[in-house]
């Protein structure tokens, strides 16, 4: 996994992240997305995380943001 930025995780639950990216990276470990939204609809995106979703809502922030 490269580029990817963690946040909102429990401090507990952060030594168990390098394994957490090698299990993504072999494709034996998987997070559904419903939908991605930049950082300046985060209204949006909040909006949509209160209504029934399949898989994560996440937020992208920084450059690559505007392409989304």
């Not at 580029?3 to 394994?19: E, H, R, S």
């Amino acid at each position: 996994i490269r580029d990817v930025a963690v946040t909102g995780v429990q401090t507990c639950a952060l030594p168990i992240l390098p394994t957490m990216a090698k299990l993504a990276d072999s494709g034996q470990y998987h997070v559904d997305v419903e939908k991605t939204f930049p950082l300046d609809q985060a209204a949006a995106a909040q909006t949509a995380s209160e209504a029934h979703t399949k898989g994560k809502i996440v937020l992208i922030v920084g450059p690559e943001s505007k392409q989304k």
